[in-house]
C-alpha cells in the first residue's frame, strides 16, 4: 500500500510542477509584453535608430547584446534577478523593434495592421499551445531541424543586408513565421513532457517565438496592406 501510495504521489507531484511551470511560463510571458510595449513606444517616440547607417554592424552589435542577455538569464535563472534580466531584454527587444512599428505607423492604416499581426499573433500562439498540451504526437525530434532553419534565417538575414533582395525578405519573414510557430509547440510540450523545469528559460524562448512571429508578420502586413495617405 505504502508503495502504492508513493507511486502515486510522485505521480501527482511530477504533473503539479509541470502544470506550475507552464502557469508561471504563461503570466511572465504576459508580464513580458509590459516592457516589450513601453520599449517600443519609446523607440518610435524618441525615433530610436540602432546603427541605422551600418545595417551589418547594428545586427553583429544587436546579436552581441542578445546573446550577452542570454548568457545571464541562463545563469541567474533560479533567482529574482533572472526575471528582471529576462524583463530587461524584453524592453531591449522592444526598442529594437521601433523602428518597424514607426514605419508601419506611417500607413493611414499602421495602427490597424499593429492590431492585425498582433491579434494573428496571438492566433498563433493559442493554436500551437493547444496542440501542444492535447496531441499525443512527440515533437521532440524537431529540435534540431527548427534550430538549424533558425541559423539559415539569421544567414539568409545577414546575406540580404547587401543582396536587398525583396522576394528574400519575403521569404525569410515567411519561413520564419512558420519555424517560430513550431518551436512554440516544441517549447510547450518540453514543459507538459518535463524536458524544461525553469519557467524563466522556458519564458525566454516562447517569448522569442512570439516576438519574431509579430516582427515578421506585421512585415508582411506592412508590405501588402500597408495604405498611404
Given amino acids: 500500500m505504502s508503495n502504492l501510495q508513493q507511486t502515486y504521489g510522485s505521480t501527482y507531484d511530477i504533473t503539479s ?11 511572465l510571458l504576459a508580464l513580458s509584453m509590459i516592457p516589450t510595449v513601453l520599449g517600443a513606444w519609446l523607440g518610435v517616440q524618441f525615433k530610436f535608430a540602432f546603427f541605422a547607417a ?3 554592424m547594428g545586427m553583429m552589435v544587436f546579436l552581441a547584446i542578445a546573446f550577452g542577455f542570454f548568457y545571464a538569464i541562463e545563469k541567474f535563472k533560479n533567482s529574482g534577478l ?11 527587444m522592444g526598442l529594437m523593434l521601433s523602428r518597424l ?8 492604416n499602421g495602427t490597424s495592421l499593429i492590431m492585425t499581426a498582433f491579434g494573428g499573433t496571438a492566433a498563433i500562439l493559442g493554436v500551437m499551445a493547444t496542440v501542444a498540451t492535447v496531441s499525443k504526437r512527440d515533437f521532440s ?7 538549424m532553419g533558425v541559423l539559415v534565417i539569421i544567414v539568409a538575414a545577414i546575406a540580404n543586408i547587401w543582396l536587398q533582395l525583396p522576394a528574400l525578405q519575403l ?13 512554440i ?29 509579430f516582427a515578421n508578420l506585421l512585415s508582411l502586413l506592412g508590405i ?6
Fill in 17 to 27: 510542477t509541470r502544470h506550475r511551470v507552464l502557469r508561471n511560463t504563461y503570466w
Fill in 185 to 213: 509547440l516544441y517549447d510547450v510540450q518540453r514543459i507538459i513532457n518535463g524536458g524544461e523545469t525553469n519557467y524563466v528559460t522556458a519564458t525566454l524562448g516562447i517569448y522569442l517565438s512570439v516576438y519574431n512571429i
Fill in 224 to 229: 501588402f496592406g500597408g495604405e498611404r495617405d
Fill in 54 to 56: 551600418s545595417p551589418f
Fill in 141 to 147: 525530434g524537431l529540435g534540431k531541424w527548427l534550430f
Fill in 171 to 183: 521569404t525569410i519573414s515567411v519561413v520564419a513565421i512558420g519555424i517560430f510557430s513550431a518551436f
Fill in 82 to 92: 533572472g526575471v528582471a534580466l529576462l524583463l530587461g531584454f524584453t524592453f531591449f
Fill in 101 to 108: 512599428i514607426g514605419h508601419i505607423l506611417g500607413f493611414a
